[in-house]
């Protein structure tokens, strides 16, 4: 199962440069790297990076993450993965960029579904 990181493009760029990717700032702050499955993924981008350009979709197989991965309770009750570890960035399956479209809300590449 895939699963998706929205991040700053400068962000990623920093994490795929040094060979992991440890969170951004809010990340951080929770101790760990929130994911959303493809059908969380269009709300996560309207709920907490609305209006915010120059951002990618990054995709990660859930298995590849190992142990680190867990799947936790969050909004309205449904299960998120969180990383209580860095990312690999080699570990990437897709990096997209999500532009904003002129209907103000991000544009997702097809394969997430």
């Known amino acids: 199962m895939l699963i998706y990181k929205i991040v700053p493009a400068p962000l990623w ?3 795929e440069a040094a060979g992991a ?3 951004a700032p809010v990340d951080l702050a929770d101790g760990y ?3 959303s499955t493809a059908a969380q993924a269009r709300e996560t981008a309207r709920k907490h990076f609305a209006g915010q350009p120059d951002l990618l979709i990054v ?3 859930a298995d590849d993450l190992g142990a680190a991965l867990k799947w936790e309770p ?3 009750g449904d299960l998120f993965p969180h990383l209580y570890a860095p990312a690999p960035t080699a570990a990437a399956r897709s990096v997209d960029p999500l532009p904003i479209g002129s209907d103000g809300a991000h544009h997702f590449p097809e394969h997430v579904r």
């Open 33 to 35: 790297i929130h994911f």
């Open 13 to 15: 760029r920093a994490a």
């Open 59 to 61: 995709a990660f197989e």
């Open 21 to 23: 990717f440890a969170g």
């Open 74 to 76: 969050s909004r309205g």
